[in-house]
Structures are given as C-alpha cells and as structure tokens.
C-alpha cells in the first residue's frame, strides 16, 4: 500500500559526494519518520540518519558532519546527502518510512535498496 523508491546511488571516489532520494507514495495519510539504513556485506543493517515530520535529525556516529538528511514533506520525499564519502560507507541504503494509512492503520516500509560504492 506504501511504495518507495529510491534513486541516487553508484560509484564514488574517496572524498566525493552523492545525493539519495527516496519518494513514497500511495494511501498514505501521515508520515512520521524518515530514515536511511545500510548494510555492508556481511554485516547487519544499521541507522545512517532519520527526520521527523517536524525536522528533528539523527545521525549514527559515523555519519555525522559527512552526511545531512532532508525531507519534502509536500513530496513524500526524503534525501541523504553524502559528502567526504570512505570506503567504509560502501552499502546498500535503504529508506525506510513510518506512518499512517488514509485507513488509519500504521505503516512502515522499506525501499528496495540502492548501492553505494566508494572506491578509487
């Protein structure tokens, strides 16, 4: 009932920068949080950053200062923006977004993934 799609990701040197996008749409009637997750090969997904509807940030450790997210809340959109991209940022991102149905059940959903590689 809620899609999301992402877009934004590829190969990157050391020191570049990149910009996701993630769009949800469908019956959607509320969106609370916003969020990027990665996973590494052989690792577990983790928290990159999450906004709120009312603009509140989170960013994991690692991120912060290198990576800003944003949202359109008239778009349904969320963005990472990655700067002084490492190799150790290689992933797949993936949006996630928490929120109401015009039906008034809760939602949460996943994008289908995008990689970054950051590699010379």
């Known amino acids: 009932q809620v899609q999301l799609v992402e877009s934004g990701g590829g190969l990157v040197q050391p020191g570049g920068s990149l910009r996701l996008s993630c769009a949800a749409s469908g019956s959607i009637f509320s969106i609370n949080a916003m969020g990027w997750y990665r996973q590494a090969p052989g690792k577990q997904r983790e928290l990159v950053a999450v906004i709120t509807s009312g603009g509140s940030t989170n960013y994991a450790d690692s991120v912060k200062g290198r990576f800003t997210i944003s949202r359109d809340n008239a778009k349904n959109t969320v963005y990472l923006q990655m700067n002084s991209l490492k190799p150790e940022d290689t992933a797949v991102y993936y949006c996630?977004?928490?929120?109401?149905?015009?039906?008034?059940?809760?939602?949460?959903?996943w994008g289908q993934g995008t990689q970054v590689t950051v590699s010379s």
């Open positions: 996630n977004t928490r929120g109401t149905l015009a039906n008034t059940s809760v939602f949460t959903s």
